[in-house]
């Protein structure tokens, strides 16, 4: 096992715009005053899933779909497993945190989807219920993928949250990515920050 660059540009700040967009979009929920930022971070969160959904299918090893989306069954073995003595070591995402990686993705689509509703002032008392309701939801399922990362990184004796700074990870030398597509990085940010802007109109 060796440092090797697993995790690129996009999937890097990808998972930063949508932590900082999360946090933002909930301590702005209840303002009025402060409504078009919580649009503005809603936005920018859609735009990054909606890329981020392209990126699994287009994207580099480690951040297809098709290298770490298991289902829940794969997921329930993983957490036992993670209980165990000899935890298994996954290079790129583990299945448990695969599948909270989806739930969150769909999660953002969902709710920022009717929080423009809402602010487009459709739906009624309905889709303001709903919006929280996601919005709450996603929050319980936020906690539920830190505290995996916690339990993770004691587990594996390897700080999990290091390698979504610098991309390097312990792997094979054969698992890891020849380019950490700094190009792609800077077509999301464009993408994030249209979105963004469009939400707030």
Not at 31 to 60: C, D, I, N
Not at 106 to 111: A, D, G, M, P, S
């Amino acid at each position: 096992m060796h440092t090797i660059l697993v995790w690129d540009w996009p999937v890097r700040i990808g998972h930063w715009l949508l932590a900082g967009g999360f946090i933002l979009a909930w301590a702005t929920s209840e303002s009025e005053t402060w409504r078009l930022v919580h649009a503005y971070a809603g936005g920018a969160m859609m735009g990054v899933a909606l890329f981020r959904g392209v990126w699994g299918l287009a994207g580099t090893r480690h951040a297809l779909f098709s290298s770490f989306v298991r289902g829940p069954t794969a997921a329930w073995g993983y957490v036992k497993q993670l209980l165990s003595d000899q935890p298994p070591h996954s290079t790129g995402h583990n299945p448990a945190g695969g599948l909270a990686i989806v739930l969150l993705l769909v999660l953002t689509v969902l709710t920022g989807l009717s929080g423009w509703l809402v602010y487009q002032e459709l739906g009624g008392d309905f889709m303001e219920e709903l919006h929280e309701g996601l919005s709450g939801t996603m929050m319980a399922l936020v906690v539920v993928h830190l505290a995996g990362v916690g339990v993770g990184s004691l587990a594996h004796k390897e700080n999990l949250v290091r390698p979504m700074l610098t991309g390097r990870k312990l792997g094979a030398t054969s698992e890891a990515i020849a380019n950490a597509r700094p190009l792609a990085a800077m077509v999301l940010l464009v993408w994030a920050a249209l979105c963004a802007w469009w939400f707030g109109r």
